[in-house]
C-alpha cells in the first residue's frame, strides 16, 4: 500500500518563504509522476506544479517565478520550496502520486497541509 506524508505546512507573511515535503512509501514504480496541488475555500482542487522521474517539470502560470518543485528518488520525496508567498496562494496543499506507466497507472493523495499566507 502506497502512502505519502506531507510536512511544511504553517502560517507565514506575505513576502515569504515555505518548503513543503511528502514522503512516499510503499511499492514506487520507477515510472512516475509526483505533484502538488491546492484547493482554496470554496475553490476547485488546481495543479500548482509537477514532476516526472525523469526530471520534466511543468507549473501553474499563478506560480512560475515563485515555487519551485524538486525531487530526491532515492528518497521518493518531493519538495515544494515556495518564494514570495501571496495572499491567494493560502490553501491546503495536497501530494500527488501517480505511480507506473500509461496505461498502468494508480493515483494517491496525500491527506493534506494547509498554508496560510497573511498581510
Known amino acids: 500500500q502506497v502512502q505519502l506524508v506531507e510536512s511544511g505546512g504553517g502560517l507565514v507573511q506575505a513576502g515569504g518563504s515555505l518548503r513543503l515535503s511528502c514522503a512516499a512509501s510503499?511499492?514506487?514504480?520507477?515510472?512516475?509522476?509526483m505533484a502538488w496541488y491546492r484547493q482554496a475555500p470554496g475553490e476547485r482542487r488546481e495543479l500548482v506544479a509537477v514532476?516526472?522521474?525523469?526530471?520534466?517539470?511543468k507549473y501553474a502560470d499563478s506560480v512560475k517565478g515563485r515555487f519551485t518543485i524538486s525531487r530526491d528518488n532515492a528518497k521518493n520525496t518531493v519538495y515544494l520550496q515556495m518564494n514570495s508567498l501571496r495572499l491567494e496562494d493560502t490553501a491546503v496543499y495536497y501530494c500527488?502520486?501517480?505511480?507506473?506507466?500509461?496505461?498502468?497507472?494508480?493515483?494517491?493523495w496525500g491527506q493534506g497541509t494547509q498554508v496560510t499566507v497573511s498581510s
Open positions: 514532476r516526472t522521474n525523469t526530471g520534466s517539470t
Open positions: 510503499g511499492t514506487i514504480f520507477s515510472i512516475n509522476t
Open positions: 500527488n502520486l501517480v505511480n507506473g506507466g500509461s496505461p498502468y497507472t494508480s493515483t494517491y
